[in-house]
């Protein structure tokens, strides 16, 4: 039996370890508004926040999901607010990605 919390947190122990015993109930966080769209390394598609209690406040109503197939071991996603550019902390060794979507993926998405 699962019990939940006001914020939407649920906690159902199993015996199987597999499976999470902490989640959210399937009407909390986003959902896909609209088309995805195909990118040329992926794809990228907008989310609306489902009327849900808010975790940690100052929640984003709309954000934009961007997926790219890097490799066939390597997916990167970023979830971005497309209203507003915020700072990204910039990295030596990790540049944005320019290449193709990968082929023979060992995942599924």
């Keep these: 039996q699962s019990i939940c919390t006001l914020r ?13 015993w902490c989640f959210f109930s399937s009407g909390y966080g986003y959902k896909v508004d609209g088309s995805t769209r195909t990118t040329q390394a992926g794809f990228e598609t907008t989310l ?23 490799t066939p ?20 060794h990790v540049q944005s990605f320019t290449g193709s979507a990968a082929s023979n993926l060992n995942y599924k998405v």
């Design 73 to 92: 071991n390597r997916f990167r996603f970023k979830i971005t607010d497309p209203k507003t550019r915020r700072f990204e902390v910039p990295h030596e």
């Design 8 to 20: 939407g947190c649920c906690w159902s122990p199993q015996s199987d370890t597999s499976v999470p």
């Design 48 to 70: 609306t926040r489902l009327p849900s209690p808010s975790l940690f406040g100052n929640d984003i109503n709309t954000v934009l999901l961007t997926g790219e197939y890097q």
